[in-house]
């Protein structure tokens, strides 16, 4: 069992930047790939961004590309989430994932933590 827990949300404004982050429990962290989804109001939760467990891959929704950067510190069992550039149409709760099974983009989560809300005004 992994638990997981967002932190770093909140209100900023457009062209703003906020660096998400993502403790999760346990001692097997690096074995699990990290994901970034998000859900805005009265839409379906979306991908964002996933690593993987060693870190070396990693991949964007097209909209955050140049904007965004995931990250992992496995000494910290934590993965972040730099946001650069932020437009009011990035506001969503944000939603921290893990999963033993890379596929890149499509890398179904078995893990979720409760979500951070981030919101950007213009």
């Known amino acids: 069992q992994v638990q997981l827990v967002e932190s770093g949300g909140g209100l900023v404004q457009a062209g703003g930047s906020l660096r998400l982050s993502c403790a999760a429990s346990g001692r097997t962290f690096s074995l699990y790939a990290m994901g970034w989804f998000r859900q805005a109001p009265g839409k379906e939760r979306e991908f964002v961004s996933v690593i993987s467990g060693s870190g070396f891959s990693t991949q964007y929704l097209d909209s955050v590309k140049g904007r965004f950067t995931i990250s992992r510190d496995n000494a910290k069992n934590t993965v972040y989430l730099q946001m650069n550039s932020l437009k009011p149409e990035d506001t969503a709760v944000y939603y921290c994932?893990?999963?033993?099974?890379?596929?890149?983009?499509?890398?179904?989560?078995?893990?979720w933590g409760k979500g951070t809300l981030v919101t950007v005004s213009s």
């Open positions: 994932g893990a999963t033993t099974r890379y596929r890149g983009s499509s890398s179904i989560m078995d893990y």
